[in-house]
């Protein structure tokens, strides 16, 4: 799988950011473009589910809820008895690593399209539900010691995070309008490529900035956020290969699985784990595997996801 055309604005922005351009972005661009790309998968997703409903789609579903359940476990005790992280610091940044990247997610759809490759069109409600699972297992897994916070507090707080309500919004909105969503095509589907190139080129220039945050962490921090999505992605692989997925779809469930949260998880830790230090999950997140997935993990999954559908 070559590389896309809108990797090379990550770049840009990257090497941007690393010469010490001036380049700058408004204020709330980059939120604004988040918002775009939420409700555009949700959308997407909700309508291929109203032409595709059926009891499979919905056991796959559960399965996939129980994946994002699973991952934050196999990263927490990683950071707590190998990086000796504090609980609060373990279980926010493993929130991270279970949940997924809505902008990792665009560029592997991105790259699927222009390959021409199938993939379950419906797959946009697994992105939406693996949104949430890894953020109630660290909020436990950070007060099932203390339990200072009850759980219809942090479960509100969840359902109430801005990009769950967006993605599960687009995703209904989609379903109940259908075919009205081609009034949308001209906003939502003709221009997203176009803005996810916007988007990266603004990634690319945060990435940059987040490595100067690596300090005495930095070589522990670099290792988890490099090695962490090759394992949760092997699984994620195996996982999508054992419930039957298309080759697209083994290859789109790795790279969510190997992706990590910089949008919807940060937010909402700030508010569920307070004492945690946040600036770990960030840097990690979007400093280091955020990078490593755009630029190097994509044609490792791709050929993993080759050799799982056993077309490779």
Known sequence: ???????????????????????????????????????????????????????????????FILLGLVLPLIVFPILRWIGNFKPSDAASISAHYGSVSIGTYAVAVALLESQQVDYESYFPLFVVLLEFPAMFVAVYLANKDTKTIPFQQ????????????????GLLIGFIANEQTSKLTPMFSDLFSGILALFLLCMGMDAAAKINALKQDGPFLLALGTLVPLV?????????????LTTGGIFLTIVLSASASYIAVPIAMRSLIPDANHSYGMTTSLGI????????????YWLFALWLSGTL
């Not at 595997?289 to 490792?300: D, K, S, Y």
């Open 154 to 169: 942090w479960f509100k707080h969840i359902l109430k995070n801005e990009s769950i309500v967006l993605l599960f919004g």
């Open 1 to 63: 799988m070559q590389l896309d055309i809108i990797v090379l604005f990550f770049i840009l922005g990257f090497l941007a950011r690393l010469i010490g351009s001036g380049l700058k972005m408004p204020d709330g661009f980059n939120h604004g473009i988040s918002i775009f790309l939420m409700l555009a998968i949700g959308l997407k997703g909700g309508s291929a589910l109203a032409e595709n409903l059926s009891g499979s789609i919905f056991v796959k579903a559960s399965l």
């Open 289 to 300: 595997t955020f990078p490593f997935n755009i630029l190097a993990g994509m044609p490792v």
């Open 232 to 244: 949760n992605g092997f699984i994620g692989g195996l996982f999508a290969t054992a419930i039957g």
